[in-house]
């Protein structure tokens, strides 16, 4: 994943759009537009995703067969390429959540911590 | 297919397409979700794009991405789909195994034929000689003008051509001989090698123990130095490390070893057991006159690096134009050549051993069409079988290869066999040393044999199989469920196939049995030519006499009278005779040779005759009739007037339609003609006597002699007895190569006879493959036409009838071939023709025979399957319909 070349918006961590794009299916199987605006409607647009890089992380989450790919009608009866979670990316989101989790509270326990004795 | 299907499923026809529909989409939702929100539809282009980011990179990163998958799929298709085929491949042959067997034992034949005489091809004539950049070493030789050619130097031309090359960087010499190496056990003779301090440097020779010679030791009196081949030191010093510093005594000299040659340290004769430094004495001297005629040493020179023939044959045409104007009487009119190393050690064994080479390629076609021939008639029966896939959806190709692979699955596992038999027939042939075949040793299957065998396994596969997978794809498959009960709608042009592979198979047979017979027929008039002596119970051996017991010629004939005296006591024994040269030894030194009274020879034509040493009852030993005069007597002795006999070929040559007996003949001396003997053979069977002059070993006596004694009965069972007398009167005497005259006469054809047994064994490979392709197809076309055939008989065709067609058709299919392969033999037969004797390639009974032989083949082949033809029950062969 971090071969890619492209720049993730400035707030997106390394690793951090493979976890969103995920959970974005977790709800059910969805468009890379669907996902696209899951993640900004959930991060309140926080996270600048540059759209663009979106599809190579897509593919390769396709390529490690964590989502599976289909062609499918849109909700404007267009033909879109839907991506569904697959068993082995549902156990990934399990375990990157909780890796996420963790950094993060050692990060905010690190951020709370009182000065050097 | 089906892991491929699937993505092109998902993905449609093309990645790329793909990608650019996905993100086509997305940015017309992005648009008119702004539309929506109230931009105009250009700006809202214009943000959709922006918000994107960059465009052109993430649709590249997709496609590589789905390329790189897609390329994946596909392999892991290929494999899939050929661990299925190989499974289904073992299943077929599991489920015909009498076809299985056929063909395996076919392939394997074939292979392994290839394989072995490859092996023998590879290790004589490719592997490389075991010398340091041996391509670069060249053998000098003296070229004289009648074109004769010696394989030695003289000295002082060889200090020339030393002292004066631009084109060598090292030019170094050796004189081969035999000595008597006394006080370590018996006696024994061994081969030394006498050589220049840089022989071993020229040639990369490696010692294991000790050091090479130094320059010092060429010099006269210095040189009581001696290096061991690895074998003598294994065989005589059972290996002792310690050998260095103890002495050996050669022929009375008694030298230093101060080293051991490494396992593969060897001349290129193959034969020295002992390194000796060659003393190069005044003889050794570029600048005298002295002794440029008298040739005796073996010249090995390295040339430098990159230099080709042509430059290398000018410096050496130089040297001789400058040597003839410095030396015009002893130079004039000669030159120097100069052959590689490895064509002086193979030049004659190269040609028959490619054409075996060839004749077994011929085998492993025949065998080849055999193989396609049993795959057609598979491929009908399995015709239902291949509709059934095909109906299911897959395509020709699919099939092709399904077939292709089983094929080659069958030429791999009939290559591992015949790389098995080709394993155990080298270590045979090289077991049975047949024909002293140059570097036998280097022969046997190695990395080199292991691919060319997998090469011809491939290869085999391929051909054999292509054809008959075409045709068994063709564009009836689908037609053919609904045919499945009868015969295959190919089953005409099949039946075509069939009969041109058997044809070609023939044609091929013909081929491998003309030249068979040609050298069987050759061999038997080599066996049929008249010795010129009689070889059935008589036997020779040979002895030297070196020592200090044998200073001076004296010594050597008191002893030799001696031991004549006690050989003619022993029970049966009726004559016993020695010469120098025995029959099918050669025909002696080679001296300067003119008759008294007669012009003398032209400047340029060097007259030579053949000399040897004989004593007074060698010719009635060895069997040979006196044409004129007298033989020898003890009168002969060395006090005598000097005498001389002739052989018929001298007397033809110099004196046509006159007597030489009588006349004065001059070679180191004059002497006068006693008789004439009767020609012996001197090389071997195929070469006709040349010119030879016999003295009386008295007055011209010789060191090292071959003893011949006739006796009644088994000349070889006296061996025991003859080794007892000579230990009786000189324990210290070498006695070597004991051996009756017959297998001396046997050995001279031993090459040809090793060329024409496999050669023979070759041809009747073939003969029987091409007898049971007959056999397949009509057996095949009888089984077709049954129902045919049965019309014919319920229609009051006689037995007899249907036997004919069929045994007609079947010798037809034979004459075909004939024809195809007599033409072929034709075009083929002058790679023979230097390997004939006695006949020509156009040999009426050969070809006879051979057109006799397959005739009669396709005859018998085809008698059963007519059998069965004329069996047939028409009643029954109507209910199977």
């Known amino acids: ?117 | 297919m089906a892991r491929l299907t699937r993505f092109r499923q998902m993905f449609g026809l093309e990645p790329r397409r793909d990608v650019d529909a996905e993100l086509a989409f997305h940015i017309e939702m992005r648009v008119r979700e702004l539309i929506d929100g109230g931009e105009t539809p250009e700006r809202a282009r214009h943000l959709a794009l922006q918000r994107f980011g960059n465009y052109d990179q993430a649709r590249r990163e997709c496609v590589a991405i789905n390329e790189r998958r897609r390329r994946r799929m596909v392999r892991a298709d290929f494999f899939a789909e050929l661990r299925q085929d190989i499974g289904y491949a073992f299943r077929m042959m599991r489920r015909a195994p009498a076809f299985t067997l056929a063909a395996l034992v076919t392939l394997a034949l074939g292979i392994g034929a290839n394989s072995a005489i490859f092996s023998v091809v590879n290790g004589v004539l490719l592997e490389s000689l075991p010398y340091r950049d041996a391509g670069r070493l060249h053998v000098l030789q003296m070229r004289y003008p009648d074109g004769a050619r010696y394989f030695s130097l003289s000295a002082p031309d060889f200090m020339s051509i030393r002292a004066e090359t631009h084109v060598f960087e090292r030019v170094e010499a050796s004189n081969g001989a035999l000595v008597t190496v006394t006080g370590i056990g018996d006696p024994r003779e061994i081969n030394a090698s006498f050589v220049t301090h840089g022989m071993f440097e020229a040639l990369g020779l490696r010692v294991a123990l000790g050091r090479t010679f130094s320059a010092e030791e060429n010099l006269p009196g210095r040189g009581n130095v001696a290096i061991l081949s690895h074998g003598l030191w294994q065989n005589v010093f059972g290996g002792d490390p310690s050998v260095l510093g103890r002495t050996i005594t050669a022929s009375g000299r008694v030298s230093t070893i101060v080293g051991v040659a490494s396992p593969e340290a060897t001349m290129p004769d193959d034969a020295t057991e002992a390194f000796f430094p060659l003393t190069m004495d005044q003889a050794f001297d570029a600048a005298t006159m002295q002794g440029r005629r008298n040739e005796f040493l073996r010249v090995i020179a390295r040339a430098r690096d990159g230099l080709g023939d042509a430059e290398i044959a000018g410096d050496l045409a130089r040297l001789a134009a400058r040597l003839e104007t410095a030396f015009p009487e002893t130079n004039g009119g000669l030159g120097f050549t100069s052959v590689p190393l490895r064509e002086s050690i193979v030049g004659d064994v190269k040609k028959p051993l490619l054409v075996l080479l060839g004749a077994v390629g011929f085998v492993l076609l025949v065998a080849c069409a055999n193989v396609a021939n049993l795959l057609l008639a598979r491929g009908s029966a399995r015709h239902g079988e291949l509709s059934v896939r095909a109906a299911l959806g897959a395509g020709r190709a699919r099939l092709i290869r399904q077939l292709i692979t089983e094929s080659l699955l069958l030429g791999t596992i009939g290559g591992v066999i015949g790389l098995a038999l080709a394993y155990w027939s080298t270590q045979a042939l090289v077991a049975a040393r047949p024909a002293d075949l140059p570097r036998l040793d280097a022969i046997g299957v190695d990395g080199t044999v292991i691919v060319f065998t997998l090469a011809a396994a491939l290869g085999t596969g391929l051909v054999f199989g292509l054809v008959p997978a075409m045709q068994a794809t063709n564009a009836d498959l689908l037609r053919g469920l609904q045919e499945s009960g009868r015969s295959g709608g190919g089953g005409r042009r099949m039946h075509r196939m069939r009969s041109a592979l058997v044809v070609a198979e023939l044609a091929l047979a013909v081929v491998l049995l003309t030249g068979a017979g040609l050298l069987i027929r050759s061999f038997l008039a080599l066996t049929d030519v008249n010795p010129g002596f009689q070889p059935g119970g008589a036997m020779a051996f040979r002895v030297s006499f070196q020592g200090p017991d044998y200073q001076n010629g004296d010594q050597v004939r008191t002893r030799v009278d001696q031991l004549f005296d006690r050989l003619r006591g022993l029970p049966g024994v009726t004559a016993v005779g020695a010469t120098t040269v025995l029959p099918l030894g050669g025909g002696g030194a080679m001296l300067d040779f003119a008759v008294e009274g007669a012009p003398p020879p032209p400047p340029d034509v060097n007259q030579e005759i053949a000399v040897a040493s004989v004593t007074p009852e060698y010719f009635t030993a060895i069997g040979t009739p006196l044409k004129r005069g007298r033989f020898f007597s003890n009168l002969d002795h060395a006090k005598a007037p000097r005498v001389a006999l002739l052989n018929e070929a001298a007397a033809r040559k110099w004196f046509p339609n006159q007597d030489p007996v009588g006349r004065t003949v001059l070679s180191g001396g004059p002497q006068t003609v006693v008789g004439i003997v009767g020609d012996v053979l001197q090389r071997n069977p195929g070469q006709p006597a040349i010119a030879q002059m016999f003295v009386p070993h008295q007055q011209r006596t010789n060191r090292t002699i071959r003893i011949v004694v006739r006796a009644n009965g088994d000349p070889l069972a006296l061996a025991p007895s003859v080794r007892e007398q000579i230990r009786a009167l000189d324990p210290s005497l070498p006695v070597a190569q004991v051996m009756p005259l017959e297998e001396m006469v046997r050995r001279s054809v031993a090459r040809p006879r090793f060329y024409t047994s496999l050669l023979t064994l070759f041809a009747a490979v073939a003969l029987v493959l091409s007898a049971t392709g007959i056999f397949g197809v009509m057996s095949y076309s009888v089984a077709q036409q049954s129902k045919e055939i049965g019309i014919r008989i319920a229609l009051g065709a006689r037995s007899i009838d249907v036997l004919r067609s069929v045994v007609g058709r079947a010798v037809g299919l034979a004459a075909v071939g004939v024809l195809v392969g007599v033409t072929a033999s034709f075009a083929l037969g002058g790679i023979l023709r230097s390997q004939l004797f006695g006949v020509t390639i156009f040999d009426p009974p050969t070809l006879a025979t051979v057109m006799a032989v397959l005739l009669g083949c396709a005859f018998v082949a085809s008698l059963l399957p007519a059998a069965r033809a004329a069996r047939i029950d028409p009643i029954t062969t109507f209910k199977q319909t």
């Open chain 1, 1 to 117: 994943m971090g071969a890619s070349a492209s720049q993730p918006g400035p707030d997106i961590l390394r690793g951090t759009l493979d976890l969103l794009i995920l959970k974005a299916l977790s709800w059910g199987p969805a468009h890379g537009y669907g996902v696209a605006r899951w993640i900004q409607q959930a991060t309140h647009d926080a996270l600048a995703v540059g759209e663009g890089t979106l599809y190579p992380a897509l593919h390769r989450l396709e390529e490690r067969g964590w989502v599976a790919a289909n062609w499918g009608s849109s909700e404007n009866n267009r033909q879109a390429k839907f991506y569904a979670l697959t068993r082995k990316g549902r156990a990934q989101l399990r375990t990157e959540t909780d890796n996420w989790r963790r950094y993060a509270a050692a990060i905010f326990a690190a951020l709370d911590a009182p000065a050097h004795e």
